[in-house]
């Protein structure tokens, strides 16, 4: 059973956007696509530059899945899942994330 660990309040993350939080000690990207309250949580390192970025990477749609692409080198990585579009083996890590009660929380390990 998962432990989940608050973020912020829903509102704080503006839609078509990402912000990043410490969660259970690694640091995760948040991203809220839409105005309503869906959410992914991947990795925010990119693997490519060892970076801390990816929540400021730009969310795009690609074959009817959401992606956001690395500011640095423009890797996209599914938000669903953490795929590289570009070389698997580069995959992020993703956690559940949920809205309760209007708080962002993500799953801790």
Known sequence: MSRWQ???KVEAILPATGVCALVN???VAIFRPRADETLYAISNIDPFAQ???LSRGIIA???QELWVASPLKKQRFRL???LCMEDAAHSVRSWPVRVREG???V???
């Open 25 to 27: 000690g690694e640091q």
């Open 107 to 109: 799953a801790c390990d």
């Open 103 to 105: 708080k962002v929380e």
């Open 6 to 8: 608050p973020v912020c």
């Open 51 to 53: 970076a801390s970025v």
């Open 80 to 82: 669903r899942d953490g």
């Open 61 to 63: 749609e690609h074959q």
